[in-house]
């Protein structure tokens, strides 16, 4: 293979190698960004869930100081009523201060005693159901939250706080409770964040819910146990029910992803502190995502876009590498073949300078000698004389003159196979030219003997290289297949590459570009020997 061929290979090698890095580093970032991609949709989903925890933080903080405030009145009316001189009132006597302290949210104010029986401020009595939270209440400082049903089936939120026993009117009490009308409680858990698509309700431990806002469209009302109705409507399986009922039951706070069909829902709970009650949210997924998702695309389209500015530069610089690979192919032919000819230009030079002073020198004895010569005697000088002619150019030339010499030059690189030529036949030799390994072997198979006394073969050849043509060639029915010289042309001229050449019956290798004094001498030192490659078994497989 041509020192041409050999760059041009390194050449396709080095572009391949772009190609290959160039597609590595972009699939390698499409990889990289699909990766982001779904760690930044798990992002979503925490987001959003930390998002709804913070939300419903604040309103159970709200919820809280609603509550204690309305402890704290308890408290205030406590110490006005009862402000440790006497534990005993008429509420006759307190008539305007209650009016003065009941507005729009307070329903009632009432007294109740550890059966529950109550008298209001305005003097009614009846009994008061505190459900689960009457023994909590009755605790020294106990206090309670109560949602329940009042006179005529009205629904009312309840708060009540226990004190030291009291008479009121002649009668023992010792819890003050405060009766307020729903609009009271809606004004705590009304949540206009994600524009009314939200729902907010109030269950106890066992999932009942005992307060709801009666304007959502999902008709929950009190009563009601919500996680029952989603089983049966397949909201959630069983294994998710027994999570969530298992958090109500541990008081623990969570948030689930229920599927209605298609959508999605955000479920969150978490319990109300100092209560039995469970604060419960619900959302579409979608609505809690909405701000994120707009956020996700904004990046997606930034990250194209970064991706293709990048597959461009990456373009750019692989155009412009392989284009400064081609101008140094084109550079380093260019400057081959102008050494060669200058090379040539010189033997030439060189050549006729020789062979223009031999005639001159010739012409000057003919002159001289003819009147005196007989007719043998000038056929004897002529004869002389052109043996002396042959003698002084050859050693004029001595290594670089190739006159009768028989070549049969292997070389797959056009250019290279016809420069080599040309130098070959400028200084006297014959030679034929083969493209490839096969070629040769054909040509030299069908030639007769002596017709080719040296055979250049190119070691670096595709399909079939030097090495296996020149194994092929000895092994050949021919007579000289065991005896002409065989010389490699590589680039490489290794001690690897001898030993290569000794054992494929090569008579020995030349450097390429080939320079004419180096052939010359091989082509020497070859005759000398009388041999072409010693010791070697040519039969041997």
Known sequence: MSKITYVRTQRDKKVAFLLFLFSAILIALIIWGGNVFSKFEQYVDISSKNTIAAMMEQVEHSYQMQ???????TERLE?????GKTRSVVLADYEDYFIAMEND?????VFVDHTGKYICDDGKTGTLDLGDTKGTLFDVGGQSVQYCTWRNGEEIFVVAKKYEAFYVNENEYEVIAFIYNTNRVNDLFIDSAYGGQAKLYVTNADSMVTYADLDNNEGIVRNYNILDHYLDESVIGEEQYAQITEDFSEGRQNCVTLYKGKNAEYFYYQPLEGTEFFLVFQAPCAVVQSVLTDYQKKVSRSWMVTVVIIACIMLVLAVGTVGAIHMRTWYEYERQTADMHRENNVQL???NAVMEETVREYRLAQEGALEEETEE????RAAEEEREKERQIREAL???AFVGERFLLVDDNDMEGLLLQEALTKRGAECTIAKSGEQALKMFKRSKHEKFQYI?????MPDMDGYQAARRIRLMDHPQAKTIPILAMTYHATPEAMRMAAITGMSGQVEK???MQTLALIITKLKSKNRVHPGYDYDRK
């Open 67 to 73: 509550i204690n405030s309305m402890y704290e009145e």
């Open 79 to 83: 110490n006005y009523l009862f402000d």
């Open 105 to 109: 949210s307070v329903r009632d104010i």
């Open 349 to 351: 030079r060189r050549m």
């Open 377 to 380: 005697e000038a056929a004897e």
């Open 398 to 400: 001595p290594r670089v």
């Open 456 to 460: 250049l073969m190119d070691a670096d």
């Open 513 to 515: 570009p080939v320079k």
